[in-house]
Nanobody, 126 residues
Framework: QVRLVESGGGSVQAGDSLRVSCAASGDTFSNYAMGWFRQAPGKEREFVAAIGWSGTNTRYADSVKGRFSISRDDAKNTVYLQMNSLKPEDTAVYYC???????????????????WGQGTQVTVSS
């Protein structure tokens, strides 16, 4: 059983930066790939970024490439999403999740992720 708790969301202006965190507990965090997803009102949950267990492999949605950066600190059992040059269309609830089946090269598919956090709201105003 893995418990994930996101934090760091908030309300910012377009062009600002924000870092959200996801703290894991309950199992060996360092064995898993981790991903960030987001869901805006009335839309389906979508992939944002993911990082493999070693930190070597990362993947990003085209919409955030060059602006967002995912990282992990296994000593703290935490994965981060640094978001720069935020846009109003980045407004959503951001979720972290574990991908225990593709630990080396993480998936971008929602259904391949098993444990999920409760989400943290990010609101970007123009």
């Amino acid at each position: 059983q893995v418990r994930l708790v996101e934090s760091g969301g908030g309300s910012v202006q377009a062009g600002d930066s924000l870092r959200v965190s996801c703290a894991a507990s309950g199992d060996t965090f360092s064995n898993y790939a981790m991903g960030w997803f987001r869901q805006a009102p009335g839309k389906e949950r979508e992939f944002v970024a993911a990082i493999g267990w070693s930190g070597t492999n990362t993947r990003y949605a085209d919409s955030v490439k060059g602006r967002f950066s995912i990282s992990r600190d296994d000593a703290k059992n935490t994965v981060y999403l640094q978001m720069n040059s935020l846009k109003p269309e980045d407004t959503a609830v951001y979720y972290c999740a574990t991908d225990r089946h593709n630990s080396w090269y993480p998936s971008t598919l929602t259904y391949e992720y098993d444990y999920w956090g409760q989400g943290t709201q990010v609101t970007v105003s123009s």
